[in-house]
């Protein structure tokens, strides 16, 4: 009987076959590992759970998908980007990775009109302010119905009636020369000269501004917020560079939040905004 040896399939044996075995072990070892580590990496980055909800109640119903956009541009300009967003009829509730302070939710529930009038005329701060509503600027709400009364975009032609946001300054204020439809952008930065936070404009026409502040120059130009006077500066000169700034007395969070409401524009109509879970002390 004859025997016949037959070699070894080719790929299957040999010390070179066994070589290349070897090579793919370890290349498919390390395959597994790099894919293991990008696994753990985007695990690592999963979302972070909801732990807290903004519910914004919309007083027009046509406008709630507007509301629901620019609430979604606030919310992402101070850092806390929703989870989820759900709407149901006029109410829209953001699922948020983390509790808002109350002041965050008391601004980023601000209308958001703004408005550059110029001054005809400084009142006593209580009393009556010799056109609309008597109103005494020292008590909040005196403050507020008169920025109810005369804050809203439908007011910007008239002359009107503010107070301060202190409650120690009246103003009778012309019509708006220039509304936050005008501003690019707006972030809170800290003015290292008087270590007080500020919100820094850029206007979306340098030209405009310039021509603004030059037809100003030695007198009041106050900025409105919402019916409120933020400030009321005397303009020293013609301005080239398209920029302003608004200063008060802001917390660091006051000042984001608020940069983030004139960034993103004003509301098209009137909201009832709440919060629910913790809500962390301003």
């Known amino acids: 009987m004859t025997t016949t040896e037959h070699p070894p399939p080719r790929g299957r044996g040999g010390p070179i076959a066994a070589a290349v075995a070897a090579f793919v072990l370890l290349a498919g070892a390390g395959a597994f590992t790099a894919t293991r580590l990008v696994h753990d990496r985007h695990r690592a980055k999963a979302p972070a759970p909801v732990v807290a909800t903004l519910r914004v109640e919309v007083a027009s119903a046509g406008q709630v998908e507007a509301v629901a956009r620019i609430m979604r541009g606030r919310l992402n300009g101070i850092g806390v980007a929703p989870r989820r967003v759900d709407v149901t009829g006029p109410v829209i509730t953001f699922g ?40 005494d600027c020292a008590v909040l709400a005196d403050r507020d119905r008169v920025a109810v009364a005369f804050g809203g975009s439908e007011h910007a032609g008239e ?70 006077t933020q400030s009321a500066p005397t303009i020293n000169e013609r301005i080239p560079d398209g920029t302003a700034q608004i200063s008060g007395t802001f917390t660091e969070k006051e000042a984001g939040a608020l940069a983030a409401v004139l960034k993103y524009g004003a509301l098209p109509a009137r909201v009832t905004i709440s919060t629910t879970g913790p809500v962390p002390s301003p």
Not at 103 to 110: A, C, H, N, S
Not at 112 to 117: C, I, N, P, S, V
Not at 199 to 218: F, G, H, N, P, V
């Open 96 to 135: 948020l990775p983390v509790a808002l302070t109350a002041d965050e939710v008391r601004i980023l529930g601000r209308s958001g009109f703004l408005a550059f009038r110029p001054v005809l005329q400084s009142l006593a701060p209580n009393g009556s302010p010799g056109t609309g509503p008597a109103v």
């Open 159 to 228: 002359t009107v009636v503010s107070c301060g946001a202190d409650g120690l300054n009246k103003f009778l204020l012309g019509p708006a020369e220039m509304t936050g439809s005008d501003i690019k952008t707006a972030q809170a930065t800290l003015d290292t000269g008087t270590s007080e936070w500020i919100i820094r404009l850029e206007m979306k026409s340098a030209a405009d501004w310039a021509a603004l502040t030059e037809k100003y120059t030695q007198r009041q130009l106050a900025i409105v917020l919402d019916g409120t």
